[in-house]
């Protein structure tokens, strides 16, 4: 399988842990986003990268989320002291440019829930 | 500001055609998107649109007018399984994406 891979597929955790959340995108694939999406809504972006470097950052991230693509391949997002209103699919997306093509590839995300 | 506007629901016949319209505010346009999402899913790829005009491909064809900030998807000949979620999204930015909310699409037999 050569697409976009997320791990853990679902995770259930009480309010006020720490979870992370791994995302490896397609190998040639040097630009990576992670969103958020709960139910009966779009994507809500959170950050983007161009290899390893993070470019952009929601400003709707608190400072309780953090995310890395330490070697611009694959990329973690943590998030610290988990509240219930954390609880959504967490998508990852990658994408490579060609001239001014930019189409994103979902994986299948990550479903959190905070107790 | 910044917003993508789509319907929420729509509701078509098997082998029908619909059209689902798309209006946008962005900056920094350079395309406009369309993504499919089964519930429960992630979103999947349909059209990419960056010059105006219509873009054909298969049963799917989606248009784009810049000026007037409009954009629709079109899907012929629908089947049971388009029922889906269907996602327009544009950029926001250098790197930001924003989608709408979706448009639920329920195919009726």
């Known amino acids: 399988d050569t697409g976009v891979s997320q791990d853990p597929r679902h995770k259930i955790t009480k309010r006020g842990q720490n979870v992370t959340f791994r995302c490896d995108p397609i190998?040639?694939?040097?630009?990576l986003y992670w969103y958020r999406q709960t139910l009966g809504q779009g994507p809500e972006f959170l950050t983007y990268f161009q290899n390893e470097a993070q470019l952009e950052k929601s400003r709707l991230l608190s400072d309780r989320f953090s995310a890395e693509r330490p070697k611009g391949s694959f990329s973690t997002l943590e998030i610290q002291r988990t509240e219930q209103g954390d609880s959504a699919m967490y998508l990852c997306?990658?994408?490579?440019?060609?001239?001014?093509?930019?189409?994103?590839?979902f994986g299948p995300g990550t479903r959190l829930t905070v107790l | 500001g910044q917003n993508i506007d789509q319907p929420t629901e729509m509701t078509a016949t098997e082998g029908a055609i619909v059209q689902i319209n798309c209006t946008y505010q962005t900056s920094g346009f350079n395309g406009l998107f369309w993504y499919q999402q089964h519930a429960g899913e992630a979103p999947t790829f349909l059209s990419y649109?960056?010059?105006?005009g219509l873009e054909e491909k298969g049963r799917f064809s989606s248009f784009l007018s810049r000026s007037k900030g409009y954009s629709y998807l079109l899907l012929k000949e629908l089947q049971m399984k388009d029922s889906a979620s269907y996602l327009c999204a544009g950029p926001s930015g250098t790197y930001k994406y924003i989608f709408g909310t979706g448009t639920r699409l329920k195919v009726l037999a």
């Open positions: 649109n960056v010059l105006d």
């Open positions: 190998s040639e694939h040097n630009r």
């Open positions: 997306a990658s994408s490579q440019t060609w001239g001014n093509t930019d189409t994103q590839y």
